[in-house]
């Protein structure tokens, strides 16, 4: 499993080879040398105000994801509720034409009806009774669509109800999220302003190169870890074991080593101690 790490991380590891290779000294007049400790030591820190800023987000959860899912389905179930009142209307609608055919064949009925009273002969009599007949079918197919039209009505206007509740019932469910969120932003929201104005800084002492591998690998990794300590002679990160010469060439800070399990950056836990006793 580690052998297949190390060729997927081949691309990176190679990166961070050619990055070392560069001259340690920036070419900025009234800039000191920078060394490959001074590089780790500027990355460690920039880690540990990233690091700040994860925990801060982690804080917030899953919060505004929800509260973004939760708006999108309070948008979808109010253009359910519009597209059921639209059909709704159109129900209606159909229901007022069913409604005049039916006065319309009626008065047809009545007025063939009175035609017959003054007929001069049978076969005008046949005709208006034929009349009449088909009127009446008339009648009865538009009461048949009227019974549908009146059956889906009642239907759609529970559905809106249904919806109508749950739409009720997400927008108290996203209300309180919101509130939430809003809380654990007003408490965050300073602190993290100023770890992210902070983190800016320390990026501008960082080699370019080496900063954006540097942001490759917090994106790649699981917990944003991106320049590790070795912890029990293993990677802090991956847990990978790491040679005892390997960790002797991490101590000399000749150049920048990474795990060959998981691509990460090591810095020498006394480098660490020697500028941080805190941190022991």
């Known amino acids: 499993m580690a052998k297949k790490k190390v060729v997927e991380n081949q691309p990176l590891l190679e990166y961070i080879e050619n990055i070392t290779h560069l001259p340690e000294s920036i070419p900025q007049e009234g800039v000191e040398e920078i060394t490959i400790a001074k590089k780790l030591l500027s990355l460690y820190s920039l880690q540990q105000i990233c690091s700040q800023i994860d925990k801060i987000r982690v804080v917030r959860g899953e919060l505004p994801n929800e509260v973004r899912d939760m708006e999108d389905a309070l948008i979808g179930m109010q253009t359910r509720i519009e597209k059921h009142k639209e059909e709704l209307e159109e129900l209606k609608q159909k229901i007022g034409s069913q409604d005049m055919k039916m006065k319309e064949a009626a008065a047809l009925i009545k007025r063939y009806e009175d035609q017959q009273n003054n007929v001069r002969n049978n076969r005008e009599f046949e005709s208006l009774s034929k009349e009449i007949d088909y009127q009446r079918l ?3 197919v538009a009461e048949k669509h009227k019974t549908k039209f009146t059956a889906d009505v009642a239907v759609k206007t529970e559905d809106i109800v249904v919806f109508e509740e749950k739409g009720n019932e997400i927008e108290e469910i ?7 969120l809003a809380d654990i932003i007003a408490d965050t929201e300073k602190e993290e302003k100023e770890l992210i104005e902070k983190s800016e800084r320390l990026k501008k002492n960082v080699d370019l190169r080496l900063l954006n591998a540097f942001e490759r690998i917090r994106n790649n ?17 991956c847990f990978s074991t790491i040679p005892p010469q390997r960790q002797l060439d991490i101590r000399l800070h000749k150049k920048i080593i990474v795990c060959e399990a998981c691509g990460r950056i090591f810095i020498d836990k006394q480098l660490v101690e020697s500028q941080n006793p805190s941190a022991s």
């Open 138 to 140: 008339e009648i009865q």
């Open 221 to 237: 990794a699981r917990n944003g870890l991106a320049i590790v300590l070795i912890e029990r002679d293993a990677c802090g990160g």
């Open 174 to 180: 996203l209300n309180q999220k919101k509130s939430e």
